[in-house]
């Protein structure tokens, strides 16, 4: 019954990208375009495969920048959301001046960190956290905003002090918020390492594409950029995967409401 609900689900965006490529493979044929210009889904196919030892090569520095500088920001973001939770103050204090901060545009701050920094691993993992930060501190913090009441006074009229009412009832009922927010990150952490190594890398997908661009192999920073969006579906499925593991009884919730 799953495989068959996750193949309703999925043909119809694959239907929609089958017919996309082949219209983008015809185009190319029919026209004869250069493939300096735009090459076909078959030769960027081609020669992704050929080169796949140096794309595999530069796809592992960014993955790494990903996860490292998300790790950064799942641990900023819940220490904020439970600081603003906490404390009135904290949240009248912090939560305009996390609003202002996406309002400066990282084009400016990566190649600033870059200065600071160098090359190394540290600038790209800032870039990723500065990226993804907000959408999940944000999401908790609203998370915790919108927990039952009620359920709040009961553990409190059991004696149930601040921590552990934090702990039962506002924590469980922020994870579906922090979820939304995690998918929302997510596919802005790859684009935020690539971006990082467009402002100075030694390697990793974002420098390839450089690289590549400069030969004029088109073809290959198509195959780059393929790479790119596959890694942002992979990790964007792991959240749904994660959610399961994490929130078993909302899938047996969702069921007793089907029945």
């Not at 190319?28 to 090569?57: I, K």
């Not at 009248?92 to 400066?104: E, F, H, K, M």
């Not at 993992?125 to 930060?133: A, G, K």
Request: aromatic letters at 12%; hydrophobic letters at 55%.
């Amino acid at each position: 019954m799953r495989a068959r609900q996750a193949l309703t689900a999925a043909w119809p965006p694959v239907l929609v990208a089958v017919l996309l490529l082949a219209g983008w493979q015809f185009y190319t044929t029919a026209a004869h375009v250069d493939p300096t210009t735009l090459p076909s889904p078959a030769r960027v196919w081609e020669q992704g495969w050929e080169n796949r030892a140096d794309l595999w090569a530069n796809t592992l520095p960014t993955l790494q920048e990903t996860l490292l500088g998300f790790g950064l920001s799942f641990l900023a973001a819940w220490t904020v959301a439970v600081l603003l939770d906490f404390s009135a103050i904290a949240r009248r204090g912090l939560y305009p001046l996390l609003v202002a901060s996406q309002t400066i545009p990282i084009v400016a701050v990566a190649p600033l960190l870059i200065i600071w920094f160098g090359f190394g691993l540290l600038p790209k993992m800032l870039v990723v956290t500065l990226t993804t930060f907000f959408p999940l501190a944000a999401n908790l913090a609203a998370g915790f905003a919108a927990t039952d009441r009620e359920a709040m006074r009961l553990l409190r009229s059991l004696g149930a002090g601040r921590l552990r009412t934090f702990r039962l009832v506002r924590v469980p009922s922020a994870l579906p918020y922090f979820f939304a927010g995690l998918r929302v990150s997510i596919t802005y952490a790859v684009i935020g390492a690539v971006f990082a190594e467009y402002a100075g890398a030694e390697s990793g997908l974002g420098i390839y594409m450089q690289e590549q661009k400069s030969a004029f192999r088109t073809d290959l920073v198509f195959a780059a950029v393929a790479v790119t969006a596959l890694l942002s579906i992979a990790l964007f499925g792991a959240t749904y995967l994660l959610q399961r593991l994490v929130l078993p009884w909302e899938r047996a919730m969702k069921q007793e409401g089907r029945s």
